[in-house]
C-alpha cells in the first residue's frame, strides 16, 4: 500500500528514471493508437482531431470576416456565406466545444485525478473516438455531396430546414453521430467516477476537475438524446414528409425550437462546466493557496447542471411562446447566473493574499474569470425579456455566446493545454511564446467580439451577407480584431509544436501543483500508477498560514 | 475484481415473476375495458395504470427493487427529468391554445 | 455501491472485472434510450392537447386486438427473458437457453404482427405524409405522423434487442455465460425490459386513445 506523497515543488530536479515506457513510448505504430484502449492516447486522438476541427473553424470565421470588410460582395456569394456561418456553426460546436475539455483532459487526467488506472469501460471510450471520427467525416462530406453545404445555421430551424435542397440530411445524421459519442463518454465518466476512485478518495476529496466533469457527464447522458430524436426527426420530416414540424401539414415550428434547445441550452453547459473545472484546477497551483470553497464550487456544478436544463426557452422569447412561458423562463434564466456566480466569487476568494506566479496557464485563467464574467452578464442581459426583444438575432447574441464559449471555454481549453501539456507530452514550451499567443489572443478577442456588442446593440442583425453603411466603420474593426486573434491561435499552435520539437524536458512538476497527476512521471507509464495510491489528503493542501504555500515533504 | 454482491434473498422466486406477469395481463385487460367504458376513465386508467405497469418492471423484471438507492436515485432522476421537460413545455403550449 | 475502492481491490490482479459498474453503465445508455422516446412523448403530448378530439378519431382505426396481443406478447417475452436469467443464475443452462429462445420468438411474432398492422394500413393509404391523411386534416396527419414514428423507432428496438439477445443465445450456448458470470445476460435482459416498458406506454396513447 503506497501512501500519496506530496508532489515535489517547483522543478529544478530530473524526473526519476521509470523502469517502464511511457504511455508514448509503450508502443509504436498507427494501430496501436487509433486501436488503443489506454485513455491517456483516446486522449491524444481526440487533441489532435479535434484542433484540426477546430483550425478549420477559425478559418472559416476568418473567411467571414473578411467577407464583411467591404459592403456588398468581397469574396463570396450570399448562398457561400449561408453555407460558412452553418459550418463554422457545426464545427466549432459539435466538433470542438462540446467535445472540449472532457474529450481531451477529461479522458486524460480523469482516471489519474481519482487515482484510477484507466475508465471504467476502455473500449467503449475508443468507441467514442471512433463514433467522433466518422460524425467529422460525415460533416466533411455534407460539403461535397448532394446539394452542397447546408445553410440553415447550425440550428437546423424547421421548416427552412425541411425545404431546402441543401445537404441538411447528412449534416444533421453527422451531428447525430456526435452525440451517440458524447452519450458514451458520459457515461463512463459517470461510472468511472462512481467505481473507480482510489482508497481514501471521498467525494469530497476529488479535484474539482472531477466534480465539474460528473456534472457535465450527467447532462450528457440526459440531455444530448433530445437532440438525437429531434435530428432524427429532421431527417424523417426529409425523407418521408411525416409533417410533424411542417405548418403545411399542422405540424408546429416552434416545437422544434422547443425540442433543440431542450439540449442545445443544457449543451452549453457541458460546455462551460469543465472548463470551470480547469480554472479550479489552475487557479490554487499558481496563487500557491487551497481553493476557496471547495463545496461551494462543487456543488454549484451540480446546480448549473439542473438549472441549466429549464431556461432552454429564453432561446424563443421572440418565438410566439406564450407570456407565462417567458415570464417563467426569463426567471429561471436569472436564478441560474447565481451558481456561477458564486464560482467566481470563490475563485477570486482564493487569489486573496495568494503567491501569484504568472506562468502562461496563469494568464489564461485570469482572462478567463474576466471573459466569461463579460459573456455571463451579457447573458443575463439578454434574459432580460424587453432587452431580447431588441438583440435577438443581433450580433449582441453573436458576442454574448463568443465571450462565453470562446473566451470562456476556449480560453480555459488553452489554459489547460499550457497547464497540462509537460505532463501529457514531456516537453516544456517556451514561456515567451506562450505570452505571445496569450497578447494576440485577448486583444484581438475583444477587439472582434467586443465590437460586436456595440453592433448588436446598434442593430446589427446575425446572419446577414452584408450590412448597412452605419455599421461599416466597427465591421471593419471587428474583422482586424479577427486577424490578431487567428495570429494568436496560429502561435498557440506553434507554442505547442515547438515544445513538441525543441522543449526541455519537462520534469515531474513544473508547477508545483498538488493533484495526483503531479506525482507521476512526465509522461506517465501506461498503467498511471506503479501502485494505485491511498488518499490521505485533500487537494491543493497549500500551507494556508504563511499565505504562501510550500508542499510538504 | 467486484463480482456482485447479491445473496440468493435477492433473487426473487419463479413465482414471483410469473405473479408480476400476471398482474401485467390484468392491468393490461383492466386498461382495456376502461378505454371502452368512457373516455374520461380511459384517460384516468391511463395516467395511473399504465405508470404501475411500468413500475412492476422496472422493480421487479429489472430488479430495482433490490439494487441499492443509489441507483434507484439515478432512475428516479432520468424518470423526473423527461416529467420536466414535458412540464416546462406545457408553461408554453398550455397557454396559447 | 459508491464508496471507494478498498485497498484489497486496489490491489487486485490485473484481470478488471466490476459487474455492479458493468450494469450501472447499461442502466445509464438505459436512460438516454428513454429520453430519446421522451423527445417523441413531449411531441405526442403537445399534439395531442392541440388536436384532442381529431386524436381521438384516428385512434379509432387502429386495431385494437392486434395493439393488445402484441402487449401480451411483449410482456410474456419480459418473463421469459427474467426466467432465462433466473435459471441461468441456478446453473440450468438447458432452461436458461429455452427461454431465451422463447424470447427471441415471441420477439419476432410481435414483429410480423407490426407487419400485418402496417401494411393493412399502407393498402387504406394511410402513411407518412400520404395525401389522403392531408385531407382529413392536421390532426389525423399529426396522430399517424406519431404513430408511425414511434411505433418504428420501437420496432427498430425490437429488432436490436432480439439481435441481442440472439448474441447472448450463442454465449450461453456456447458456455461464454456461466453461473458465475452472466452480467451481459443481464444487461440484455435490461435492454429487452426496456423495450417492453416502451410499449406499455405506446399502446394507451395510440390504441386506446379513442
Not at chain 1, 489506454?38 to 478549420?56: N, V, W
Not at chain 1, 471521498?202 to 433530445?226: D, E, G, N, S
Not at chain 1, 443581433?394 to 470562446?406: A, C, D, Q, R, S
Not at chain 1, 512538476?509 to 493533484?515: D, E, F, Y
Request: charged content about 10%.
Amino acid at each position: 500500500m503506497t501512501t500519496l506523497a506530496a508532489p515535489a515543488t517547483h522543478a529544478t530536479h530530473a524526473p526519476h528514471a521509470q523502469t517502464e515506457p511511457d504511455y508514448l513510448r509503450a508502443s509504436s505504430g498507427i494501430l496501436s493508437w487509433i486501436g488503443s484502449t489506454d485513455h491517456k492516447r483516446i486522449a491524444i486522438l481526440y487533441l489532435t482531431t479535434m484542433l484540426a476541427m477546430f483550425a478549420a473553424g477559425v478559418l472559416i470565421g476568418v473567411l467571414m470576416r473578411v467577407e464583411q470588410l467591404t459592403i456588398g460582395e468581397t469574396i463570396m456569394k450570399p448562398e457561400t456565406y449561408n453555407a460558412l456561418f452553418t459550418l463554422h456553426g457545426v464545427i466549432m460546436i459539435f466538433l470542438f466545444v462540446i467535445p472540449g475539455l472532457p474529450a481531451v483532459f477529461g479522458n486524460f487526467f480523469l482516471p489519474i485525478l481519482i487515482g484510477a488506472k484507466d475508465v471504467s469501460f476502455p473500449r467503449i471510450n475508443l468507441a467514442s473516438w471512433w463514433l467522433f471520427i466518422t460524425g467529422a467525416a460525415l460533416a466533411v462530406a455534407s460539403l461535397f455531396t448532394g446539394g452542397g453545404a447546408p445553410d440553415t445555421g447550425w440550428s437546423f430551424y424547421a421548416p427552412f430546414s425541411i425545404r431546402t435542397g441543401t445537404n441538411v440530411s447528412l449534416a444533421v445524421f453527422a451531428a447525430f453521430v456526435l452525440g451517440f459519442s458524447s452519450i458514451l463518454t458520459g457515461l463512463n465518466f459517470i461510472t468511472t467516477i462512481h467505481r473507480m476512485r482510489a482508497p481514501g478518495m471521498t467525494w469530497h476529496k476529488m479535484p474539482l476537475f472531477a466534480w465539474a466533469a460528473y456534472a457535465t457527464a450527467w447532462i450528457q447522458v440526459l440531455a444530448t438524446p433530445v437532440i438525437g430524436i429531434t435530428l432524427l426527426l429532421v431527417m424523417a420530416e426529409r425523407f418521408l414528409g411525416v409533417g410533424i414540424f411542417d405548418p403545411a401539414k399542422g405540424g408546429d415550428p416552434v416545437l422544434y425550437q422547443h425540442l433543440f434547445w431542450i439540449y442545445s441550452h443544457p449543451a452549453v453547459y457541458v460546455m462551460i462546466l469543465p472548463a470551470m473545472g480547469a480554472i479550479s484546477e489552475i487557479l490554487p497551483t499558481f496563487a500557491r493557496r487551497s481553493i476557496f470553497g471547495y463545496a461551494f464550487i462543487a456543488y454549484s456544478s451540480i446546480a448549473i447542471a439542473a438549472l441549466g436544463s429549464i431556461v432552454w426557452a429564453h432561446h424563443m422569447f421572440t418565438s410566439g411562446m406564450s407570456e407565462v412561458a417567458q415570464f417563467v423562463f426569463s426567471l429561471l434564466t436569472f436564478l441560474v447566473a447565481i451558481p456561477s456566480a458564486i464560482k467566481v466569487f470563490n475563485w477570486t476568494a482564493t487569489l486573496y493574499k495568494g503567491s501569484i506566479d504568472m506562468q502562461p496557464p496563469m494568464l489564461f485563467a485570469l482572462s478567463f474569470i474576466f471573459l466569461f464574467c463579460i459573456g455571463g452578464l451579457t447573458g443575463v442581459m439578454q434574459g432580460a425579456l424587453a432587452v431580447n426583444q431588441h438583440v435577438h438575432d443581433t450580433y449582441f447574441i453573436v458576442g454574448h455566446f463568443h465571450y462565453v464559449m470562446f473566451g470562456g471555454t476556449g480560453f480555459a481549453f488553452f489554459a489547460a493545454m499550457y497547464y497540462w501539456f509537460p505532463k501529457m507530452s514531456g516537453r516544456m514550451y517556451s514561456k515567451k511564446m506562450a505570452n505571445a499567443s496569450w497578447f494576440c489572443l485577448f486583444f484581438g478577442f475583444n477587439g472582434l467580439y467586443f465590437t460586436m456588442l456595440i453592433l448588436g446593440w446598434m442593430g446589427m442583425p446575425r446572419r446577414y451577407y452584408d450590412h448597412l453603411p452605419q455599421f461599416h466603420t466597427l465591421h471593419i474593426v471587428a474583422s482586424l480584431g479577427s486577424f490578431l486573434l487567428a495570429a494568436g491561435v496560429v502561435l498557440f499552435f506553434v507554442t505547442l509544436i515547438s515544445g513538441l520539437r525543441k522543449g526541455d524536458k519537462a520534469p515531474e512538476n513544473p508547477w508545483g501543483g498538488k493533484t495526483l497527476e503531479w506525482s507521476l512521471g512526465s509522461p506517465p507509464i501506461v498503467e498511471n500508477f506503479h501502485e494505485i495510491p491511498t488518499v490521505h489528503q485533500a487537494p491543493y493542501a497549500y500551507n494556508e498560514e504563511s499565505g504562501h504555500g510550500h508542499a510538504n515533504d | 475484481m467486484e463480482h456482485t454482491t447479491e445473496t440468493h434473498a435477492d433473487h426473487p422466486s419463479i413465482g414471483t415473476f410469473l405473479a408480476v406477469w400476471l398482474a401485467l395481463v390484468v392491468l393490461t385487460a383492466m386498461l382495456v375495458i376502461a378505454s371502452q367504458v368512457s373516455h374520461d376513465l380511459a384517460v384516468a386508467a391511463m395516467l395511473t395504470l399504465t405508470p404501475l405497469k411500468a413500475g412492476l418492471v422496472l422493480y421487479y423484471f429489472m430488479h430495482l427493487k433490490y439494487e441499492g438507492v443509489l441507483l434507484k436515485a439515478m432512475v428516479f432522476v432520468a424518470i423526473a427529468t423527461l416529467l420536466v421537460f414535458i412540464g416546462f413545455l406545457f408553461f408554453d403550449i398550455g397557454f396559447t391554445w | 455501491m459508491d464508496t471507494p475502492m478498498t485497498d484489497a481491490q486496489a490491489h487486485a490482479p490485473s484481470e478488471h472485472r466490476d459487474d455492479l459498474g458493468a450494469k450501472v453503465g447499461m442502466w445509464l445508455f438505459l436512460f438516454t434510450e428513454l429520453i430519446l422516446f421522451g423527445g417523441l412523448f413531449i411531441l405526442y403530448s403537445a399534439y395531442r392537447s392541440m388536436h384532442a378530439h381529431a386524436f381521438e378519431d384516428a385512434g379509432k382505426l387502429l386495431d385494437v386486438p392486434l395493439g393488445v396481443t402484441n402487449t401480451v406478447v411483449l410482456l410474456t417475452s419480459s418473463l421469459t427473458v427474467v426466467l432465462a436469467i433466473a435459471y441461468m443464475q441456478r446453473g440450468d443452462r438447458r432452461k436458461a437457453t429455452a427461454f431465451l429462445l422463447a424470447t427471441i420468438g415471441l420477439a419476432l411474432t410481435f414483429l410480423v404482427i407490426k407487419t400485418i398492422e402496417w401494411s393493412a394500413k399502407f393498402e387504406h393509404g394511410i402513411f407518412p405524409g400520404s395525401p389522403h391523411l392531408l385531407e382529413k386534416g392536421p390532426g389525423e396527419t399529426l396522430f399517424f405522423g406519431l404513430y408511425f414514428l414511434m411505433t418504428g423507432l420501437h420496432g427498430l428496438h425490437v429488432i436490436i434487442g432480439g439481435i441481442l439477445l440472439t448474441v447472448m443465445l450463442w454465449w450461453v450456448v456456447k458456455g461464454k455465460t456461466t453461473q458465475d458470470n452472466y452480467v451481459y445476460l443481464e444487461n440484455a435482459g435490461l435492454y429487452w425490459h426496456l423495450v417492453d416498458v416502451i410499449w406499455i406506454f405506446l399502446l394507451p396513447l395510440f390504441y386506446l386513445a379513442a
